[in-house]
């Protein structure tokens, strides 16, 4: 059994559509469909993220790294050459062709920085938890500190 569907989740939960969408993409996504160009992931500290794309042969002009519905896209198209470039060429062994990766990020997930060296370039993430969703702790009132709320009697 290779597919599973999650109709059902959808029909019986709500608030839960993106997690759904994301098992969804997940399952029906093929193995390898994408290998050009490869990149790393890795984790450069708690909350730093760092994506590294094997971009040879492509200029900073040739390359595109947006943020945008929860994705980051890096697009690289590489300009034409002329026919009197492409006419020395003995061996063209160095991929130029375009290419759209996409990457789907976390909530809270952004972009703090890009830059191309060596060939490689590197996209730099930063996760930002809001104040608001940062655990916090909370007080215990003990003895006298605690406030007690006293009732009315019904009969008064």
Do not use: C, W
């Amino acid at each position: 059994m290779r597919t599973f569907d999650l109709a059902p989740l959808y029909r019986n939960t709500v608030g839960f559509d993106r997690m759904a969408t994301l098992l969804d993409r997940a399952m029906s996504a093929e193995s390898g469909t994408q290998t050009y160009p490869p990149y790393n992931i890795e984790k450069t500290g708690d909350d730093a993220y760092r994506i590294t794309v094997a971009a040879a042969g492509f200029a900073d002009a040739d390359l595109t790294v947006e943020s945008r519905e929860g994705q980051l896209v890096i697009t690289g198209k590489k300009t034409p050459r002329s026919e009197e470039d492409t006419a020395r060429i003995l061996h063209r062994g160095i991929a130029e062709r375009g290419f759209e990766r996409r990457f789907h990020l976390a909530d809270h997930v952004t972009i703090s920085g890009a830059h191309l060296e060596n060939g490689l370039l590197h996209v730099d993430l930063v996760r930002e938890v809001p104040e608001a969703l940062k655990p916090r702790t909370i007080q215990i009132a003990t003895g006298a500190e605690a406030k007690t709320i006293e009732a009315e009697t019904a009969a008064s």
